[in-house]
Structure formats: structure tokens, C-alpha cells
Nanobody, 126 residues
Framework: QAQLRESGGGSFQTGGSLRLSCERSGPRYTQMCMAWFRQRPGEHREGVAAIGARQYPPVYARAAKGRATVSRDDTFTDLSLQMDRLKPEDTGVYFC???????????????????WGQGTQVTVSS
């Protein structure tokens, strides 16, 4: 079991930056993958970034690559997402998710994640 709580959402300007945080509670597993997803208005939920073992680089979705940085602490307790050069199309609900007992895959697929936060709204205006 894992509980996840996101924070940091709000209203932002085009070209600005945001930093989202996710706090995990629950047992720690040897292998875990934590990720950020988002659901834009009228769209399906999509992966943004994922991070797992230190020896592998984080995984980024194409829309986030070059603008997003995902990071975590050593215990998988705190997950962050920094996103720069925001665009109106970054508007959506951002979710933190975790899968336990395995490292991240090369594709961020929501079917792979077992536990989810409630989400935090991000609105980017022009």
C-alpha cells in the first residue's frame, strides 16, 4: 500500500515555471518507480515523467522533454516535478503515481502504476 499526496498546483503564466511535489507514505520496497501523469481537458491521462533506480536516467514524455525535470529523494518519500517554459497546453490535473516492486519501464504507461494521488490542478494562461 502507498498513499500519495500532491501539492504545488495553481495558476501560472505562459513562459513561467512550476514545481510540483508529491509526498509518499507507506512501506518502502526495494524497487519502486514514481511518476507524474497529467490529464488535460478532454484528453486521456498521459505520462509526463518517471524516475526509479539511480543507475537509470529518468524517463520523459516527448511533450515534457527539455522542459521538465523529475527528481526524488533517496527513500522515495518525496517526488518533484519542475517544468519550465510553460504553455497553455500544459493545463490539466497532474497526478503522482507509484508502482511497487519494480523499476520504471522505458514507456510511462498508467497501467503499470498501482497507487495514485488525488491530483493537483495546474492552469497556464496566456
Amino acid at each position: 500500500q502507498a498513499q500519495l499526496r500532491e501539492s504545488g498546483g495553481g495558476s501560472f503564466q505562459t513562459g513561467g515555471s512550476l514545481r510540483l511535489s508529491c509526498e509518499r507514505s507507506g512501506p518502502r520496497y526495494t524497487q519502486m518507480c514514481m511518476a507524474w501523469f497529467r490529464q488535460r481537458p478532454g484528453e486521456h491521462r498521459e505520462g509526463v515523467a518517471a524516475i526509479g533506480a539511480r543507475q537509470y536516467p529518468p524517463v520523459y514524455a516527448r511533450a515534457a522533454k527539455g522542459r521538465a525535470t523529475v527528481s526524488r529523494d533517496d527513500t522515495f518519500t518525496d517526488l518533484s516535478l519542475q517544468m519550465d517554459r510553460l504553455k497553455p497546453e500544459d493545463t490539466g490535473v497532474y497526478f503522482c503515481a507509484i508502482t511497487l516492486g519494480r523499476w520504471c519501464s522505458k514507456v510511462i504507461d498508467d497501467d503499470d502504476f498501482q497507487f495514485w494521488g488525488q491530483g493537483t490542478q495546474v492552469t497556464v494562461s496566456s
